[in-house]
């Protein structure tokens, strides 16, 4: 412990030299926490845009026009850890005639508290309320700017067997993304089942949402296997979207790396300083006794403190622009995710530690006579 | 009286091939417990370099240190450490104290190297060293608050902390007056009466050298002389 001391009375014998490379250490620190944090919500915020209000994987009959089961759906729900809701769906498509104008639906039938585990219906609606009984539909927002179509009123549509149905609307919903708010329409189970001559147990789908949205893939392949039905997963289907996340990430790292190198060549060259600074001193504590070892491990002492200092300046300092970021208005927040800023401070102190290396070992080199001759 | 230092043959050359000087011929000597000493010689005799191989802050060319019968050629850093720290005390012609540190501290530095506590037994042996060093209520003041004289009384008390066998001074008056000069042999001589700690003392100063018990001459890097004095004290 004497080499902590000694370490840290050297560092206040130089207050204005901690200090600078202390904000040296919370600026680069604050900007990793920042812009990682930054990166990771808006990379969060993109895939949550994407598919946050859809299907992860959808299991399918591998024959057309077989059908999947309700069991189905429970099993593959108790199978895998990582979903979290699998819901049995009946999907058809048909066509909405307004005069001269024509719109292709895609039709999801099913379950209305189901649905609501998947598409959160119940948070998204516009207009009216998200309820599906018997011969009820709820539409998006764009389809019902463009038609004119309200709460209450009848929606006529051309089903893709050729015969007509009619649903009473009862909401207006927002999924955040226009060709869904225009295209897609929740029915009720039941006249989708009708529509589509299904039983009772029986499904043209099984949609399913996962705690890991990354994991799809792994997942979709063993339910496949295990299940023997086609399974799509949303990175399949959305391979520009990942790779545009891909080199955003890619490209984080690399600004963190940088910093971190700056941070660790700013430490460094300081220590180097200061391990002159103070060569009189060591030469003096070798002389009477201090070993190697120990007049080394105070300047290690030295990057740990200014190390754990920086660090804690940085992620304050990094909060700071975080809570500034939430002032601008933009589209998502920024979440500090706990774990990576307890990995960032690992980091912040690490670096500091290995940047005295240098330093430390020639000052475990120094011999005492090079002080005590030369006065 | 046992010997405590053995200096066997001690050659120190600097350099290599035409270039090569001999600092250090072939010195030998020994000096026994309680010994109040001195090594005189002119700047460039090769004193101080015998004084920096007898303790351990340099390592001989050829020949052999023993202290307190321990061969310390033989050691490593690690070892010369622990010798420096327990068995020797230095005084040093520029104090050499450290700046960041209060007296007390510095006092105590040796001590705390050693890997003590800073206990009830340090703290009354730390003040009963103040009293000797005439230096009460000066603990706390930073070492560079202190005149020449003081800081150099402090340097003494931190050279006998670890209750050393050999105090080695290197010029200890060089820097100080007259008074302070007269003040730190009396410390000297009371330290070796009292606590039977062994001096050796490096010095240009024959006047200096004359207070001591026995005078070594180094001229030329060689130990010429070796007389007892006993006019001294």
Redesign the interface.
Known sequence: M?SFKIAA??L??SPGQSILIMAGIAVGIATQIFVGSLITSLKADLVDSAVGSSAHITLQAVNDGATVTGDMAADAAASEDVISTAVPVRTLSGIYVNGDDSVPLSITGGNAEKLDTIYGLSRRMAEGSFRLNEGEAVVGTVFAETYDVRPGDELDILLASGSPATFTVTGVFDLGQAAANERIVFVDAGSAADALQMGDDEYSAVQIQLSDVFASSEVAERLADEFDVEAVDWQAENEQLLTGLTAQSGSSVMIQGFVLVAVALGIASTLAISAVQKT??IG???????????SGRIFLWQAALLGAGGTLGGIALGFGLIALFSVIPVSFSIRPEPSFVALSAVIGITVAMLSAVIPARSTSRL???EV??N? | MADLLVADALEKVYGEGASATRALKNVSFTVKEGEFASIVGQSGSGKSTLLNLIGLLDAPTSGTVLFAGENTTAMGRKGRSRVRNEGLGFVFQFHHLLPEFSVWENLTMPAQIAGQAIDAELRDRTLKMLDLLGLEGFEKKNANQLSGGQKQRVAIGRALMNQPKLILADEPTGNLDTKNTEMVYDLFRTINAELGTTFLIVTHDRVVAQQTDRILEVRDGELVQDVRNDYAG
């Open positions: 004497l009375r050297f206040k014998s009189r001193q003096i504590l070798k002389a009477i006794g201090m070993s190697d070892a120990a011999d005492p006579i005590i001759q006065g």
